[in-house]
């Protein structure tokens, strides 16, 4: 029977990359430090007139060609991010000017490193309720326009690119089922906290770094193995599978310690998760979009598998995917 699924895959990362041997001429770091705390050895980091539509409309192109579609035939985007382009107009409604998707609704999700789960969950209600027949959602995270650099337990984590799928009836690569939270009480510990309502843009907030990413590392460790192992059973559960179905994990890029502290929670052999880390770092919402990408191209993913997206991210947001490959 046909039901919301995957029928196009694609990303985009920015030609130019940032190493840790580059990192430790900027800020007292190594990358002996990074790598035993983080996993990453690079990330890619995108030129400085680029901003966040940029990156998803390249991702969108290359999903919406791998659908066999055209821009004309999407009915809504969904973006997922927190570096949008500015505020408002949404990034959704740029990158739709951007690739021509001229029939097309758009609205941005601001879920942070969720963003990408929480837009195929969104996807999977107005293609299975008929309203929309092809829904592309996509992951897109300029995340070097938040770091500061003089800040090393934060600078070292992030990187920039986007991830895009094209979502429509299929009798393949089906959404089987879905579980996505919120603990608001976690706010504080990951957010930025100037050039909104609360604390809006002024001399002051620039000169005390306010507009940089702010993030208590230890407690956000300690919650986002929790709270992923317990999104991801909770949608193996509903999807009537067992930990030991899944044939790939596929989780937001965060930390190598807190995905392979993940995985054991959840009984599941290292063989079994899918890591881009080293690669690229933190991407944010784009992360999970990259991965899954990335994991399908090197046919990591086989017909008949049972695949599983989680992430985690400010909020405090997190959600997992079941697909049936």
């Not at 029977?1 to 895959?9: D, K, S, T, V």
């Not at 029939?103 to 299975?128: E, H, L, P, R």
């Not at 995905?259 to 992360?287: D, H, R, T």
């Not at 990259?290 to 909020?315: H, M, P, T, W, Y």
Request: charge should be neutral; hydrophobic fraction near 45%.
């Amino acid at each position: 029977m046909e039901q919301a699924g995957i029928l196009g895959l694609g990303c985009y990362l920015p030609a130019r990359k940032l190493t840790n041997k580059d990192l430790e001429k900027m800020v007292d770091t190594s990358d002996e430090w990074i790598v035993t705390r983080t996993g990453i050895k690079e990330r890619r980091v995108a030129p400085e007139e680029f901003a966040a539509s940029d990156l998803g409309s390249e991702a969108a192109r290359a999903a919406i060609k791998d659908a066999g579609l055209n821009p004309e035939d999407i009915d809504l985007i969904i973006t997922a991010t927190i570096t949008g382009d500015m505020a408002f107009p949404s990034t959704s409604c740029v990158i739709q000017n951007k690739i021509g998707a001229v029939n097309a609704a758009a609205f941005d999700i601001n879920a942070a490193c969720s963003g990408f789960v929480f837009g195929i969950t969104t996807a999977k209600q107005y293609v299975d309720s008929g309203l929309y027949r092809n829904v592309l959602v996509i992951g897109t995270e300029k995340m070097t326009s938040l770091v500061d650099w003089t800040d090393r337990s934060t600078c070292v984590l992030f990187g920039d690119g986007a991830g895009a799928c094209v979502i429509g009836k299929s009798k393949d690569r089906q959404i089987i089922s879905y579980f996505i939270g919120c603990d608001g009480s976690g706010g504080n510990l990951l957010r930025l906290p100037a050039g909104g309502s609360r604390i809006p843009a002024t001399e002051e907030t620039v000169k005390n770094k306010l507009h940089f990413l702010k993030m208590e590392g230890n407690e956000v460790f300690k919650l986002a193995v929790k709270v992923m192992a317990d999104a991801a059973n909770k949608a193996i559960t509903k999807a009537g599978l067992l930990c030991s179905d899944i044939d790939l994990l596929i989780p937001h890029q965060a930390n190598i310690r807190i995905l392979l502290a993940v995985a054991k929670k959840m009984g599941l052999p290292e063989e079994k998760i899918f890591l881009n880390i080293e690669k690229y770092g933190n991407m944010s919402a784009a992360s999970t979009a990259v991965a899954l990408a990335e994991a399908s191209n090197e046919q990591r993913i086989q017909k008949g598998n049972d695949v599983v997206l989680v992430a985690f991210g400010a909020g405090l947001t997190y959600g997992a995917v079941v697909i049936k490959w």
